[in-house]
């Protein structure tokens, strides 16, 4: 959900060394696939927009004042495409956070990793380059996982949550392919551009709760949290914001930024834990057959579009 910046090639790592650069951006995967649940626990439809003003309002002004010198050298025309990529990211978590309320973490955690998919398949149609056979066939074990899992113990149509969930995979593709051709993004600091289009979206949230017919209030949402509630927000804001973004910032200049996307890509594998040993979800046959193909399919796609 957040971008780096890439500082040349990283130095090579001692085995050792390696390892405990690895742990920190280990621990981002997990926090991530347990934000499913977290989400799941602390929203309900009427509350999705109220949890997202909370959330993001809770990081952004330490966000700010961490980098308030760096967005002062942000000019108008970066202001403008970092804008415009908060209001894609906006939609983004709308989709997230109203589809984990309509369906299990397990299965949104698992069916959002289809953007490992869906990017490369993007990349190639905007370029009009054939992808190539290996990676077709990543791509079908991937989807065919994505029909097995959302089946559940039985041949169903998929719910509004997976929908929305898989809308959500597009929508994130969409962010990539912005995010590499606005020309006026590119050279703009990490730190900054997350940090306006964090804004931008808070602002696209705040607008929706305002409105009537949206849901309860963030006001009202916040006084009526208990302290398993505030420890869920607290967990989506402090751990799954700004600690993930900050240990991308720093990993990708330690290690790699090949070695981080395999690592950040165990994330659905650890939604599926949450969701099952945390959650008491279950899975029947066919969605286990869906878990072990989706993830067989993802890694198989990343290794073909490497």
Request: charged letters at 10%; aromatic letters at 6%.
């Amino acid at each position: 959900m957040t971008s780096s910046a890439v500082a040349g090639p990283a130095p090579a790592l001692a085995p050792r060394r390696g390892w405990l650069a690895d742990l920190p951006v280990l621990a981002v995967a997990v926090v991530w696939g347990g934000s499913y649940l977290a989400a799941k626990g602390i929203t309900a439809a009427h509350t999705v927009v109220a949890v997202l003003v909370l959330r993001f309002a809770l990081v952004l002004p330490v966000l700010v004042i961490a980098g308030r010198r760096r967005l002062r050298a942000l000019t108008p025309a970066q202001l403008r495409g970092a804008g415009v990529l908060g209001l894609v990211l906006g939609g983004i978590f709308l989709l997230e956070t109203y589809g984990v309320v309509h369906t299990s973490a397990t299965n949104a955690g698992l069916i959002i990793s289809l953007t490992m998919i869906f990017t490369p398949l993007a990349e190639a149609a905007v370029r009009r380059t054939a992808p190539s056979a290996g990676f077709l066939g990543a791509a079908a074990v991937s989807v065919a996982g994505v029909v097995l899992l959302t089946q559940g113990a039985g041949f169903t149509a998929p719910s509004l949550g997976d929908l929305l969930i898989l809308g959500a995979a597009l929508a994130r593709t969409l962010h990539v392919l912005l995010m590499a051709r606005t020309k006026a993004v590119q050279d703009a600091d990490s730190l900054s551009l997350t940090t306006v289009q964090l804004a931008s979206a808070v602002l696209v949230f705040a607008v929706l709760a305002a409105l009537p017919g949206t849901g309860a209030s963030p006001r009202s949402v916040a006084a009526g949290f208990g302290a398993a509630e505030w420890a869920g927000l607290v967990f989506l804001s402090v751990f799954c914001t700004l600690f993930a973004f900050f240990v991308q910032m720093w990993a990708v200049r330690s290690t790699s930024p090949s070695r981080v996307s395999l690592l950040l890509g165990t994330e659905p594998l650890w939604a599926a834990a949450a969701g099952i040993a945390i959650g008491g979800e279950q899975l029947g046959a066919p969605g286990l057959v869906g878990v072990v193909l989706v993830l067989a399919g993802t890694a198989w796609g990343r290794r073909a579009a490497a």
